[in-house]
């Protein structure tokens, strides 16, 4: 499902009017304040297989749901199985495996999976919904953002790429070694960063690629501008873009965003739908105050996320909702 079918299908539900509620419809997951001091986080998330492996992709469909709660500043406490899985054709050992790497990944967050719902479908499916805790005063929600702020990625981009490369077949072990790594690591690590810092926005890089994603941080009077040459990117993508590794999604992404996107003219084709990738358990994309920009990225280094870059900075808006760039030179205020 690519951006402009979510816009129509959330336009069938009902204006959202719940006492207590804080994030909904419009934000990386469900927040209802139980108190001053606590409220409850709630997400759901699951995917198709990314990997051959159903160890590996357990494991990552899991990563990939509990990324909701890091985004919002908050902590995981328990989840339950999504699954669907076609029992007459596959090995009931092959929905153990992937059971054994939700359980095991959920274990690594410092959670427990208490149970779930299993349906008898024609191809697997699998991921968690999670519930987390949150003190209200420390929500991070996704349209904080403000003029003058760093944007931090801690994730390389591709793994959408790179996973179409696995679908049609031209890519060979080394490079699904590769992408299982990125695919596998917990946004932990950088949410735990996260907590020391003033965070005014953050969302995590999935499905809409990181145009998409970054386009929901904008609200109507911001515009982001990005320094492709400051993007972590896995090398691996040049390769496998080559002979055709684009999803539909991102080709989707691509056509909702076109017109919103201003690219400098030495950008290349592929250099463009690598920022419209369709991701799967990417990083956090934080918007920050530029003054505590570099103590982050120092401290995320530490924390040795995958990626820890400073990416581009948010502005008031001119034209353009987003604006990519080659070094942006005089105008990057970092």
């Known amino acids: 499902m690519g951006p402009e079918d979510l816009s129509i299908l959330l ?4 204006k959202q009017n719940v006492p207590g509620l804080l994030s909904g419809l419009d934000d990386d997951a469900a927040t209802y304040s139980v108190n001053d001091n606590l409220a409850i986080v709630q997400t759901l998330d699951f995917i198709t297989p990314v990997v051959d492996d159903p160890y590996s992709f357990g ?3 899991a990563a990939n749901a509990i990324s909701d709660i890091y985004a919002m500043g908050a902590r995981p406490i328990f ?5 669907s899985f076609p029992i007459r054709t596959m090995p009931m050992e092959t929905l153990g495996a992937i059971l054994a790497g939700g359980a095991a990944k959920a274990g690594e967050a410092g959670f427990t999976i208490v149970g ?3 349906v008898d479908d024609a191809s697997p499916k699998y991921g968690l919904s999670v519930t987390g805790l949150v003190d209200p005063h420390k929500l991070i929600r996704k349209n904080g953002a403000l003029a003058g702020d760093a944007l931090i990625l801690t994730k390389p981009l591709g793994t959408g790429i790179l996973a179409s490369g696995i679908d ?3 890519v060979g072990d080394e490079v699904e070694a590769a992408l299982t790594s990125v695919m596998l690591e917990l946004n932990l690590k950088a949410a735990q960063v ?6 005014h926005a953050c969302t995590d890089v999935s499905g809409f690629g990181l145009l998409g994603h970054l386009r929901e941080m904008l609200n109507p009077d911001l515009s982001a501008h990005l320094d492709y040459d400051k993007l ?3 090398p691996q993508v040049w390769d496998v873009l080559k002979y055709g590794g684009i999803s539909g999604g991102t080709h989707s992404n691509a056509r909702f965003l076109g017109d919103q996107v201003q690219w400098e003219e030495k950008i290349t084709f592929f250099e463009q739908m690598v920022l419209f990738d369709a991701q799967t358990s990417g990083g956090l994309l934080m918007a920050v105050p530029a003054e505590a920009a570099d103590s982050m990225i120092s401290e995320l280094t530490r924390a040795k996320t995958l990626a820890a870059n400073i990416i581009g900075y948010i502005d008031k808006r001119k034209d353009f909702p987003i604006k990519v760039q080659r070094g942006l030179g005089s105008e990057n205020p970092f």
């Open 79 to 83: 989840a339950l199985n999504i699954v």
């Open 59 to 61: 494991a990552i469909a």
């Open 168 to 170: 049609a077949g031209i």
């Open 116 to 118: 779930g719902h299993s």
């Open 194 to 199: 996260m907590q020391a810092f003033p965070v």
């Open 11 to 14: 336009s069938y539900l009902p």
């Open 232 to 234: 972590p990117i896995l």
